[in-house]
């Protein structure tokens, strides 16, 4: 069973650009979350989506937005790139929203921004 | 809201010794507990979880947690290292009320395994 894609791996981007990231879940699984990994921050709740609905928001300015597809795939889309959003996006699916199941999570996209 | 304290930024040891990662959290409602592991260049993996239950919890690879309610800890403790266990490991919770599977993590410890 394959597990969780994001691609790119890497990418580098210059100030006030935009980027968009890749997130394939497992397949079955219909909950996508995203989270932000800094050294200065750590890891940081981004946004939950399930049902192509987003179900939770983190404290993100609204140039961090997201959108899953119908197939469960999901995307997040970051514009007017600032240095500070050099991070490492980690993207996790898990089967639903209820209940206890665990979250898996992708190896991320690495960004630069420059 | 809740938070997670995670005590160490990094542990040294040596192979073969026993070592504890703590953990501390604080919340005004119930929550579930996580200890995940990320080795280099990759994503996170889940250690073990604590949801209900017996306060032991343990992993395959012989790592186990204990879940102190009184002392809002979920201290992380193996008896022996081995090199490979090298990584950084992260302690997190999730609300129990909701479905939401919103984590909050502490700022992670390094475990440093020396030969």
């Known amino acids: 069973k394959a597990g969780v894609t994001q691609t790119p791996r890497y990418l580098i981007k210059t100030r006030g650009q935009q980027v968009t990231l890749s997130c394939s879940p497992i397949s079955g699984h219909r909950s996508v979350s995203w989270y932000q990994q800094t050294p200065g921050q750590g890891l940081q709740f981004l946004f939950e989506y399930f049902s192509e609905t987003q179900r939770n928001k983190g404290n993100f300015p609204g140039r961090f937005s997201g959108r899953q597809f119908s197939n469960s795939r999901s995307e997040m889309n970051v514009s007017t790139l600032e240095l500070g959003d050099s991070a490492l996006y980690l993207c996790?699916?898990?089967?639903?929203?209820?209940?206890?199941?665990?979250?898996?999570f992708g190896e991320g996209s690495r960004l630069t921004v420059l | 809201a809740q938070s997670v304290t995670q005590l160490d930024s990094q542990v040294p040891v040596f192979e073969e010794a026993p070592v504890e990662l703590r953990c501390n959290y604080s919340s005004s409602v119930s929550v579930y507990l996580f200890w995940y592991v990320q080795y280099p260049n990759q994503g996170l993996q889940l250690l073990l979880k604590?949801?209900?239950?017996?306060?032991l919890v343990e992993s395959i690879n012989g790592f186990e947690a204990e879940f102190n309610k009184s002392q809002t800890s979920f201290h992380l403790r193996k008896p022996s290292v081995h090199i490979s266990d090298t990584a950084e490991y992260f302690c997190?919770?999730?609300?129990?009320?909701?479905?939401?599977?919103?984590?909050?993590f502490g700022s992670g410890t390094r475990l440093q395994v020396q030969p």
């Open positions: 604590y949801l209900s239950g017996s306060t």
């Open positions: 996790a699916s898990s089967l639903s929203t209820g209940g206890t199941g665990e979250l898996f």
């Open positions: 997190a919770a999730r609300r129990s009320d909701t479905g939401r599977r919103a984590l909050t």
